[in-house]
């Protein structure tokens, strides 16, 4: 239509932005800043994320980043940012690095994520961060400093080498400018990984802070069991990057696509979407992410799984095709 064509970020159906720039931040990682168009909200909350999505070799391929911006300065300048880190099985995250040009324009989900800072702060905070873990707790870090809320904070950050950490010299230009703000980075392939059954060594005062801790899915667990088995787990507030899928109950089975007369077999862990889309079936999209609802079709008989609940679907249901999966045979209305 003539408003796509004199504003390709202009859509009534689907949030759009544009990348205005690409910074290196690492060798293997980089900022975007992203413009967005018509219907984005920047009343975002700091530690929250959003779904990306861009044109790769002909298919719409969609992955969430953190955002690494501040709401307040987000709204004066009208972008956001993501810090994206190439992932050797990240095909998304390694085009994002080093193939997306500036002009480039990009489909976007809504801010999302119960991650976040609140306002005003807690008077004492603990940050707990890994590699690329530490993109949400930035976004909480340059709103905290542009409220002058930095009074008292521990951030203890690891990475495989002091090359490897991201924001290394806004990150000591902090602990430079907020006394309040006390970092100790950990290089993990000469100091060992952060033993947090020890934590009490490098924080005595853990247990009364308010902690927020993103990273490997190890470093996670390990700070679920410390806090859990001091009995202040109210306290410990994670983020999960990718979320652990359910175990797997059923075996797959076939799906049978009822409208376009095509079967074909899948595993119990294969999105009925990505399935269908092998198989060359024209499948309803929009966010890929279980957001958005657009690829809902009916479950004409047998069951599927919920990926990220492990909820079984009867038939007569509809059912999220980007997320859910095969439990057996089942007939797809689609």
Known sequence: DYLKLA?????????????VEVRRETVDSATLVIKPGWGFSFDYQPGQYIGIGLPVDGR???RSYSLTSCPAKSRQSRSITITVKAMPEGFLSTHLVDGVAPGTVVRLAAPQ?????PDPAPASVLFITGGSGITPVMSMLRTLSRRNQVTDIVHLHSAPTESDVLFAAELAELQRSHPGYRLQVRATREQGRLDL???????????????????PEGMLTAAEQTWS??????RLHLERFAASRTAVHGQGGTVEFARSGKTLTADAATPLMEAGEKAGIRMPFGCRMGICQSCVVGLLDGHVRDLRTGVEHEPGSRIQTCISAASGDCVLDV
Do not use: H, K, Y
């Open 7 to 19: 504003n390709p970020l202009w859509s009534a159906r689907e949030l759009r932005g544009r990348v």
């Open 60 to 62: 719409w391929r969609w």
């Open 113 to 117: 994520g119960n991650f976040v800072m």
């Open 197 to 215: 059954s020890q934590i009490g060594d490098e924080v005595p005062d853990w247990r009364d802070r308010q902690t927020w801790a993103c990273g």
């Open 229 to 234: 088995a001091a009995g202040v787990d109210e």
